[in-house]
Structure formats: C-alpha cells, structure tokens
C-alpha cells in the first residue's frame, strides 16, 4: 500500500437471526470480511462483529450496498441500521442501492437484523 493510501472499515454487527443468512450473502457476492474478537469488562448488546475493509478506492461500495438491498428486500424481518459519524441512523429499508452507495462510506457502524430464524440455516 502506497503511503498515501487509508483503508477503509466497514464494522458490521449482526443481530438476532443474521448472521448466517448475511455472511452467506456476502460470500455470495465475493465480498472479502472477517470476525472481529471483541474483549469487554462490562455489559454489551449481543451480536456478532464482521469487518469488511480494503483500501479505500477499493472498497467495494457498491457490491455491499447491491447485497444490503437484496438482502433486506428478501424478507420483511429484516432491516439495516446505518449509524453515520455525525450520530444519525438511517434505516436503509426503502433505500435503493445508489443511495446506500453514497452514505456507506459515512457510516459509523451497521447493524443487521433479522427477527426470525433464517430458514436456510
């Protein structure tokens, strides 16, 4: 990596029943992510932490943003959650995969839920 380049992070944490459901569509997609170990002393919300990261103009934007779309659109118990960096959340439920482009790269952090078990698991 050149030293002008920055890598960019996309913090993905998978709630309820997502988990196996979305890592599957990623790796259908190609999309590269790892499990991030998470060591605490105090309480904290259950869920899975999965990072997506690459260098910044290689960050596939887009192919997360089409699999969010696909992936939420599949089932009415699901839903994303996009805390940007300034505080706000925007549920990307209605959001075409265009816009989920645009606001990605702000994002703070992504939650991904399903509220029922994924049948194919």
């Known amino acids: ?3 002008n380049q920055s ?3 996309l913090e993905l944490t998978l709630f309820k029943h997502s ?3 979305f890592i599957r569509a990623l790796d259908e997609a190609g999309i590269a992510h790892s499990r991030a170990s998470m ?6 919300a259950s869920g899975f932490k999965e990072i997506i990261s690459a ?4 960050m596939p934007w887009n192919a997360i943003a089409k699999v969010m ?3 939420i659109d599949a089932r009415a118990s699901r839903e994303v959650m996009i805390q940007t960096k ?3 959340v925007i549920h990307a439920k209605g959001y075409s995969p265009e816009e989920l ?3 990605l790269p702000l994002s703070q952090s992504v939650m991904i839920i399903d509220t029922k078990p994924d049948k194919g698991s």
């Open 19 to 21: 988990e196996s459901s």
């Open 7 to 9: 890598v960019s992070v």
């Open 86 to 88: 300034d505080g706000e």
């Open 55 to 58: 260098v910044s103009d290689a």
């Open 39 to 44: 060591y605490v002393t105090g309480p904290q």
């Open 1 to 3: 990596m050149e030293a």
């Open 101 to 103: 482009k645009k606001v």
């Open 69 to 71: 779309k696909a992936w």
